[in-house]
């Protein structure tokens, strides 16, 4: 029998896959965790929990939010498995939080809540995308990158390339000199923006010495 399912449950259930869908869409464009599928699941699920909460109350009584209440901290446990942490910091932060934000915006729909629910699917589409543009643009994303200096000889290689990193104000750890065929080198890591790393590379070729820089990874803001 389906008497227990109206046109108004399934119109909310709807709801939170379409809107789901979006922003899984946009994540999944962008090759990031928990793509498509993933977000409509969380933003449907999160909807029929809070109807489940709020039908069950009514039928045998009992807190309207109880059942509702535990998906907060449900959700945390799917977000956690989004975030690493490996030598390149830590990445899926942002990836975690949209699921947050996507739990909440299902529960929304859940809530008869629609036009908050498309509201908060907006601005989080319009923070994922301009303000992912706007970091691109402008070179606020920071990443790790490891810097590979080789001069003919020592000399005051390492003091120089201590006062120009101190100079552009980025942290650098992993340090490491030593001679080689080539001549000294000497390597250091650091997180740097864009604009950071043009201003190193630039400084450190000034030195007259042979310079390198390679990607290591990205911090959490990016995923």
Known sequence: ??????????????????????????????????????????????????????????????DHTRIAAQIIPGIGFIGAGVVIRDRGGVTGITSA?????????????????????????????????????????????????????????????????HEIAAG???DVHRWQSRKTDNGFTVEFETDVTPLQERDLLAKLSALGVHCEAHPLGQQAGRN
């Open 1 to 62: 029998m389906l008497h227990d399912l109206n046109i108004y449950i399934v119109g909310r259930l709807l709801l939170a896959a379409a809107l789901g869908g979006v922003i899984g869409l946009e994540r999944q464009l962008r090759h990031k965790p928990a793509g498509l599928r993933t977000n409509m699941l969380i933003s449907s699920g999160a909807a029929l929990f809070t109807i489940i909460s709020y039908e069950m109350a009514g039928t045998v009584g009992g």
């Open 97 to 161: 939080a949209t699921i947050f934000v996507m739990a909440s915006i299902g529960m929304a729909c859940g809530a008869a809540m629609p036009v908050t629910a498309v509201f908060a699917t907006v601005l989080l589409l319009g923070s994922l995308v301009l303000l992912g543009r706007a970091e691109e643009t402008f070179g606020l994303d920071a990443h790790l990158v490891r810097f590979r200096i080789t001069a003919p000889e020592a000399g005051k290689i390492v003091e120089s390339v």
């Open 168 to 170: 552009v104000a980025v």
